[in-house]
């Protein structure tokens, strides 16, 4: 089962038929983390090994721990508390071996997925009327289905398709975003790789950009594609979660857990 599997349900879903995750952390912003066991509080920093065994860590102010400690109380579908000692009262089945979904298959099984609230978007960028904008299920500006106009500043286009290029993306088209100074950048990716490398060439183009051009680029709306045009994930980059990839403060799967739009 392929990690961006794993971490797209994981935020979509908290319940599905055989999950690969153990335990749920709670965050106050309202988003949630799947991890194979409970976390582990080493000073001010608690650290989680994520379902692809990947090691990090968020600070413990982040956490609701009441909430936490209630979800998994519940034993929430088959989800269960991995303990220290004592043997476990549901075992997973063993996983049948089968080959790697596609992101395309993953977003094709959407429509039956239960989709959260949408989450606020960062405290720096304020509140949009989006007045007769199309929405995607949770409640997010809907990229997809936006009309494809062409980005008002040449200079900008010009400087993102320089940069992107430059670093191997190819398939990219830029268009006018729901802000004038947020352009919605479609890229296509087929991969998890390429989903997590996208995600961070995009948050160095906007450090960068926002830097010489603060007036210019507030954030980058992104959508990622298949080559079959299915849906991959979309974001919406702000020059503060930007930084958190660029000096990675976060890694680019967590990121994905915490910020994809659905």
Known sequence: MSLFRRFAIAVVLLVVTTPTWAYIVCLKDGSQIATKEK?????????????????????????????????????????????????????????????????????????????????KREEETAAADYGELPLTQAGFVDLMALS???YTDSEITIELLQYLKGQGVEEIKIYQGTAADSPLIEIVANSEASVFK?????????????????????????????????????FVLTPTMANLLVTEAIDAPTFFCRHVQF
Not at 79 to 107: K, N, S
Not at 205 to 219: S, T
Not at 228 to 234: N, S
């Open 39 to 119: 976390y582990r509080i080493v000073g001010e920093k608690a650290y989680l090994i994520l379902p692809s065994g990947t090691e990090t860590s968020l600070s413990v102010s982040e956490i609701d721990f009441e909430k936490t400690e209630e979800l998994n109380q519940l034993n929430l579908g088959t989800a269960r508390v991995i303990e220290a000692t004592g043997p476990t009262t549901t075992p997973e089945a063993p996983e049948p071996e089968a080959q790697e979904d596609t992101l395309g298959d993953l977003v094709g099984r959407r429509s039956r997925l239960s989709l959260p609230p949408a989450r």
């Open 148 to 150: 494809r106009n062409p």
């Open 198 to 234: 996208v995600l961070k060439d995009c948050a160095n183009a906007l450090v960068q950009l926002h830097g010489r051009f603060p007036e210019k680029v507030g954030a980058l709306e992104l959508l990622m594609v298949t080559g079959a045009q299915v849906r991959a994930g979309q």
